[in-house]
């Protein structure tokens, strides 16, 4: 074992190295563009509805599909909200676990037949818990997105691109809802207790019991390549090439090798990590995404505080921009357009990524995670995003660090030019948080594409193995090289996901309905024993 490690790590080194020599790198930048460019145009192509503003379809359907849920459900992501809050507490976990049926039950019939005697022994399905689904799914959402892409947004959009991409994400919590719901309710469980779950099961599932099952295998293919190129792409080189660039630039290193070392360092503590499952990328993620979103929302009050006296202002800046364009290209429709997508895009409702993890958590009931992941674009998009375009836009009041309307390049250098100007070295800790960030997107990454993976190429230790192999090489490579090309084509499979997805929430969507109204009346059940007197089983297990 130890000597095929070695043998990969000097693989992955020998490409690194070769590709990190400019021409070489242009000249696969190039060919590469060639034959995957039409993928890349077709997925982001933008439909023209005047010569001064494009929408980019995947964002209307994206939108669309978030509206369509948010009506149907009638608006689950605001009723929803107190009660997701109180899944993710526990509240609820005994009737999760062992049925309400069988601990507050009455004449209906108990859900797989349990018996108050063999409490104890008998569970529900699942590796994760609620707290842990939401932080797996959380790690690969919150990242990079919420520093830099907030930054370019607001210079091309201005400030009232915030307004839109606060709503961008409260219509995405309906998405998150459906498509979560769909992962648990149709995952597959094998006999060690491993979960497997995401829009491939949902797809070919849920669509079979529609009489649609051509359409479901066929999409829930589609779906899975999907995947695997984002995991190794927007989910994983990407990530790893940000971080790095951020570190060689924090300690002023020079030369290729700084990254390929920077690379093989993650790529070990990336290892460490995915060779567990699930249940131990759960258990970092636990730990990381309320350490690292700590800091950063922290430091972002501390700015908001010290400046507490300008925060009217912004948002009178926010809503004056969102409803008027302020001057920018493309006026209202330019902002709302930069708003939309940049929530849309960053926390990847409807995209399905999401129910992948999500899939994993123990529960009787498919819908407690869909509530529960309603959260994930609250905290993304509306809580950390906004932080971020508050922070810039009451430090650029003066417009001494960026003009609204001209676009930029590096938004990470932006954002730590805005917390640098009230908390002194600052761009240290954000360069702590950029590598937090990027590892623990690759790690949450690294599992959804090994789902598509598995379900392409069989279930198996060595079909695991295969697909971490060559994850974790691609860490390395992409820390160590630049290729613009392979990554666009990889976001452009991210996105592309979008389409199978969104096709089958929309025709499950009675499912995930009759799902809610199950675990509603579940929930119902158990206050009213316990307002009657009943005891409260949370207590005891």
Known sequence: MKNKILTLILFAYSLATFAQEQSTTEKIDTEFKKYTGWFVDAIFYEIPFSESFQIPWVLIVLVGGAVYFTIYFKFI???????????????YEDI??????????????????????????????????????????????????????????????????????????????????????????????????????????YLKKGLGEKKLAGLGKFLAVVFAIFVIGGSFGGGNMFQANQAAAQFVKLFN???????FYFGLVMAVLVAIVIIGGIKRIAKVTEKVVPFMAGIY???????????????????????????????????????????????????????????IAHSAVVTRYPASEGIVALLEPFVDTVVICTMTA?????????????????????????????FDSVI??????????????????????????????????????????VYKVLFLIFVVIGASISLGAVIDFSDAMIFAMVVP?????????????????RYMNAINKKDVAIEDGATDFTDHI
């Open 77 to 91: 992501n605001i009723t929803g909200f107190k009660t997701a809050i109180q899944v993710v507490r526990g509240k």
């Open 96 to 201: 999760e676990k062992h049925g309400a049926d069988t601990l507050y039950g009455d004449a209906t019939p108990n859900v797989h037949e349990n018996i108050i005697e063999t409490l104890r022994d008998d569970s529900a399905d699942g590796e994760v818990s609620h707290f842990q689904a939401l932080t797996a799914a959380l790690s690969a959402t919150v990242g990079l997105g919420n520093i830099a892409g907030v930054a370019v947004a607001l210079s091309i959009g201005g400030p009232g691109a915030t307004f839109w991409m606060i709503l961008a994400g409260l219509l995405g919590m309906a998405s998150k809802f459906a498509e979560c719901t769909l992962g648990v309710k149709y995952r597959d469980v094998g006999e060690d207790g491993t979960v497997y779950g995401g829009p491939m099961y």
């Open 253 to 259: 290193l020079e030369g290729g090798n700084a990254a």
């Open 297 to 355: 929302v922290l430091a972002a009050l501390i700015i908001l505080g010290v400046n507490y006296r300008h925060i009217g202002d912004a948002f009178m800046l926010i809503f004056e921009g969102a409803f008027s364009g302020l001057g920018i290209a493309g006026g209202l429709i330019g902002v709302m357009i930069q708003g939309v997508r940049r929530g849309a895009f960053s926390n990847e409702a409807g995209v399905g990524s999401a129910a």
């Open 390 to 418: 508050l922070v810039i836009i009451i430090t650029n009041f003066d417009g001494q660090f960026m003009e609204y309307g001209v676009e930029i390049k590096q938004g990470v250098e932006l954002t730590a030019v805005a």
């Open 424 to 465: 002194p070295h600052f761009s240290v800790i954000l360069t702590i948080a950029v590598i937090l960030f990027a590892f623990s997107t690759m790690i949450s990454w690294s599992y959804y594409g090994m789902q598509g993976w598995v379900y392409l190429f069989g279930k198996g230790k060595y079909t695991d193995l």
């Open 501 to 517: 997805n969104i096709i089958g929430v929309v025709l499950l969507t009675p499912v995930v309905g009759k799902e809610l109204k």
